[in-house]
């Protein structure tokens, strides 16, 4: 069973306006409105690929009812618990014209003790042998810092695999801990380490070794429209991505994530996990929607997909 978790997750806002400049009136743009978040992005692209997924998260006012019915739109076993505040909302500005992104977070609302408490104990007593748990986003205010490292710590006595796709400040709080998968992007990694730019492969090599030291068993580095990197100790790997028409790249990373636990729940050797982790990024980026792929178009672009040592 596929376990995505999305303590703070949002109700995505995304504008498409070409040659988009700050201080401009843009009038009459209506919005593709979609609850999101990294782990709604996860279960959404589960249930499209047709495998089963539970999905963990608070929720609060009129966003976090479109979250709920989503969720029952995708039939998607929908774990939650209702706070106070409203589920926060993300605005996106996409000009596809000059391809940049524009992206404006809200915080997200508080989340007291006994909410943490009532949601984490519905997660540790679901949590079986051979389960993938997905550590993603970012926890609300008012929860542990450090809850990511503990989830990882049930998942390792309960034989689970745990994966983490955070930013670079969750990441340094996550770790040493007990996880599969580790998936951050090149800025995520050199903020990690506090380095301005990774020079060369070799440096991400060493990179990679010292992130196992934390408890990582793989390392899966998303390069952008180039593909990506995998690392663990026995092998280093380039994947190479083909040059596909790009409509807007959120929730890509995400859709990697949710492609490579769908392939490794499957059963899957290593190469097909990433080439099917990222063809599920790149079918992503192709649409306008938020977290969405195609089963036939993934299984096109999974036969364009390199996977090499470097």
């Not at 994966?163 to 969750?170: E, G």
């Not at 998936?183 to 990774?198: G, Q, R, T, V």
């Not at 899966?220 to 995998?230: A, K, N, Q, Y």
């Amino acid at each position: 069973m596929i376990r995505s978790i999305c303590f703070n997750p949002v109700i995505d806002r995304v504008y498409h306006i070409d040659d988009f400049e700050t201080a401009n009136k843009f009038k009459e743009i209506s919005p593709l409105i979609c609850p999101a978040g990294k782990g709604v992005n996860i279960a959404r692209v589960a249930s499209q690929l047709d495998e089963e997924c539970t999905l963990y998260s608070f929720i609060g006012g009129y966003g976090g009812r479109l979250l709920r019915k989503e969720m029952e739109r995708l039939n998607v076993d929908f774990q939650y618990c209702e706070i106070e505040d409203d589920t926060r909302t993300t605005i996106n500005i996409i000009d596809r014209k000059n391809r940049k992104e524009t992206e404006i977070t809200e915080a997200g609302g508080f989340v007291n003790a006994a909410q943490e408490k009532q949601l984490l104990e519905m997660l540790e007593s679901d949590i079986r042998q051979g389960d993938i748990v997905i550590c993603s986003g970012i926890p609300m205010r008012g929860m542990q810092r450090g809850v990511f490292k503990l989830i990882s710590q049930w998942c390792y006595r309960e034989n689970a695999k745990c994966i983490l796709d955070t930013n670079s400040q969750y990441i340094a709080q996550s770790l040493p801990a007990h996880l599969f998968l580790m998936k951050p992007n090149l800025s995520e990694l050199c903020e990690m380490f506090s380095i301005d730019a990774i020079e060369d492969d070799g440096e991400i090599v060493s990179l990679s070794k010292e992130v196992f030291s934390y408890g990582v068993e793989n390392l899966m580095v998303s390069t952008g429209r180039s593909g990506g990197l995998f690392f663990n100790k026995d092998v280093s790997l380039r994947i190479t991505v083909p040059d596909e028409l790009i409509n807007s790249t959120i929730g890509s990373g995400d859709s990697t994530v949710a492609g490579f636990s769908i392939a490794l729940n499957r059963g899957c050797d290593l190469h097909d996990c990433l080439k099917f982790a990222m063809a599920c990024g790149v079918c992503n980026a192709m649409f306008p929607q938020v977290g969405y792929v195609e089963k036939e178009l993934v299984e096109k672009i999974m036969k364009k997909i390199i996977v090499q040592d470097i």
